[in-house]
């Protein structure tokens, strides 16, 4: 009974433990390494496309990685004359190039060795020892992909994760989960695609697995890139947490009325804040003060990723 209690309170703690984005980026840069040094020496002793387009993929994981750890130290720099609200929106600009390089480089030559194997088959050798690689890829990323998982949950409903993914600021943890999930998803399907070809004999299906595997990289990197472009362009919060925004403001009394509220993220869970209130009447400019600092240190409490708040004061109905 005490050993069954220990294993319930262990499994409790590792839920409540917070990942970091640190973590979920050089967990996915590990993998991904390992996962260049076999695939490669496999697909040069199988002749495997298949294996080549899991190197690529491993490759250009890679690259995403290190773009995200860059992303992250320089993310980090404070605010100086030229970027008053600091640096925050680096990581932007790396995930961009990150979804552009998987692409353009990964993504295409995979499609083009693919098809060009398709039009002239050839015949893998050593095939089991791609069976193993592939085998072993898919439980590493896996892995992988649980950490960036839970990071992007943060402990909230595994069922809602479509919800909580899309309303995320975590995108550094979203761009390793999509990279996870590539990692996963190309692993399986190389190893189903090479299966079918001993099975059939069909020589096609190595060249098929790769074309798939092109695919599948197309799409979840077109998604990173939409990912990337609204938080460049100025991403707003969830409406759940502009709602908990409004309502920090009317629990001062002389608030009146809530209207305008304008958000937007400026880094790793940094959020700019401008909001528009209406105050009641014959206010003194001491009050006044004081219920704008009220309003700000509220927001902040209440939304902890808040950063700034700028508070405007307006009359409704008036321009």
Not at 9 to 25: E, G, N, Y
Request: a positive charge.
């Amino acid at each position: 009974m005490k050993r069954s209690q220990k294993l319930k309170d262990f499994v409790q703690k590792l839920k409540k433990k917070k990942i970091s984005a640190r973590k979920t980026v050089f967990t996915s840069f590990i993998v991904d390494i390992l996962d260049i040094i076999f695939n490669f020496i496999v697909a040069i002793m199988t002749g495997s496309m298949v294996m080549i387009a899991e190197t690529l993929q491993g490759f250009a994981d890679v690259i995403m990685d290190l773009f995200l750890i860059i992303g992250l130290r320089l993310g980090r720099n404070g605010e100086d004359r030229e970027h008053s609200f600091g640096h925050g929106k680096e990581i932007y600009f790396w995930v961009l190039l990150a979804s552009l390089v998987m692409i353009f480089l990964t993504a295409g030559l995979t499609l083009y060795f693919g098809i060009r194997r398709f039009i002239l088959p050839e015949i893998v050798e050593r095939i089991f020892l791609a069976y193993i690689i592939l085998s072993i890829g898919v439980i590493s990323n896996a892995y992988a992909f649980s950490v960036s998982f839970r990071r992007v949950l943060n402990r909230k409903n595994p069922k809602k994760i479509v919800d909580i993914f899309k309303n995320s600021d975590l995108i550094a943890s979203k761009t390793t989960f999509i990279a996870d999930l590539i990692g996963t998803s190309s692993s399986f399907l190389g190893l189903l695609a090479l299966i079918l070809y001993s099975v059939t004999g069909d020589l096609r299906f190595d060249a098929l697995g790769a074309i798939v595997i092109g695919l599948v990289l197309l799409f979840l990197s077109f998604m990173l890139l939409k990912n990337a472009k609204e938080f460049l362009i100025g991403k707003s919060v969830s409406k759940n947490l502009e709602d908990e925004m409004k309502k920090a403001a009317l629990e001062i009394d002389e608030v009146k009325d809530v209207l305008e509220l304008k958000t937007m993220y400026i880094g790793l869970e940094k959020v700019l804040v401008n909001i528009d209130v209406h105050l009641e009447d014959d206010l003194d400019t001491d009050t006044i003060e004081e219920i704008i600092d009220k309003i700000q240190y509220k927001i902040k409490k209440r939304v902890p990723k808040v950063v700034n708040v700028q508070v405007e004061l307006e009359t409704p109905g008036k321009e």
